[in-house]
């Protein structure tokens, strides 16, 4: 389905979750972020451009990946990103839903 | 003579045995399986032994009844493995080299993950039932238990068999009822997921049998750790939930020898290719079962066909050519939902579980997503298919490897 995301017409699974990565970019994050009442910091950035590099490159992702990262633990991913924090900052950076549990 | 070497006689180790001793000569190959246990489980039973509906004896049986003649069996610990130099070290020091190797070690609980789970409440108000001993010991407690907050927990993905946590609370309720207490437990789901399954079409028939069975779901859950004083479980996100008893799903692993050996990933799983089941590093390793990291369930059934896919493969490696066997993924579940009836839900990397009929379609006569006394005859019935037909390498008539679409209410 497509929706209006900052002022651009988006498409987007029924979760809200974009479905094209290439119709991403800063602004559609600061949207998507600002419906999830977060505003992006610079420490927020350094853990979306973790995951996009780790979506690139295939890596599943799993809140224990990102606790052991080195970039965030869980606790700062929880405070940053709060309630469900892997699928927050999945949606704000503009990849799909990780499949964490099949 | 060649060797080809089996690590774990569990479901998948096992199957691959029988599999492949009727297709390797014997004059060439020598097929040797190493574990440490002597028993082997029929895992599915672990959810009915709390509910005394199983006695241990029943899914307990020796190791060796299953391994075919013509097998060498080694009961020993496995120290280390060594994919560069093709061998594997056994407790003793001693070495075993292999032309071939198949690794289906499992996955195991890790309850040390999380702090203060297995603290001084462990084995009082905190169980599992994951392992053999864990579903004794809450049987144990089940037996005498007076009733109050029942939490049945799940600390992280992935897991083996993710619908088990579902059916325990399904199946505590009927218990709680038919010892006419149920009004005195309070049941609770907690799971670190956003919904009772990962599906959506599973996850609304899983759902409304929870509201149905007045069980509340928390999810979106992340523990971080057990206050043992309190009893509560914490998440990172500060949320607190209670409990009186805690039924927990701890953190699932591969082996710790999987770890040593460098072969896996944060959670020991061997990054596998998920169509062929190689090694993604090594050509002549295969994996099996829990052990790998492909998308799908850690199930006994998707072992089960796992094994009609590798073994072939394995044949078209020995023979110097292309692998052309896919593995889709294909997960068949019962889904004890309680009172004596059951789900049946069957899936692949591709296709969610949907409505429809099971094996034969149009037929059945097994019905998908839909509760039946039927689905609850078909699970039962599963334990004598288990140790007479599948750990046999026999097939199972109608049922194949690869998932069949027909007969499913796709959109």
Redesign the interface.
Known sequence: MDKLIAGKTISVTEEGFLTDFSQWDKSIADAIAAENNITITPRHWEVLDYIQNEYKNEV?L????IG?SGVVD??E??QLF????L?TATKIAGIPKP???? | MKRLLILGAGTGGTIMAQHLRKELDKGKWNITVVDERTDHYYQPGFLFLPFDQYKPEDIVKPITDFIPKGVDFVNSRIENILPEEHKVILADGNALEYDILIVATGSEISPEEIEGMKGKEWGESVFTFYTFEGAKALRDKLRNWKGGRLVVHIT???IKC?VAPLEFVFLADSFFKEKNMREKVDITYVT???GA??KPKATAALEYLLKEKNIRIEP?F?I?SVDNEAKTIID??GKIIPFDLLVTVPTNKGSDVIEKSGMGD??NFIPTDKGTLQSKKYPDVFVIGDAT?V???KAGSVVHFEAEILAENILSYIKGQKMTEEFD?H?NCFIETGGGKALLIDFNYDHEPVTGTFPIAGLGPLRLLKESRFNHLGKLAFKWVYWNMLLKGRPIPFVTARMNVAGKDYN
Do not use: H, Q, W
């Open positions: 599943p799993s809140i224990r990946k052991k869980i606790k991913f929880y709060p309630m469900a924090p699928k499949v964490s549990c099949i | 992280e993905m992935p993710p670190p997921l956003s399954f990962t979106d992340a971080e990172y996100g944060e959670l990291n998308p799908t369930s993924g997960a």
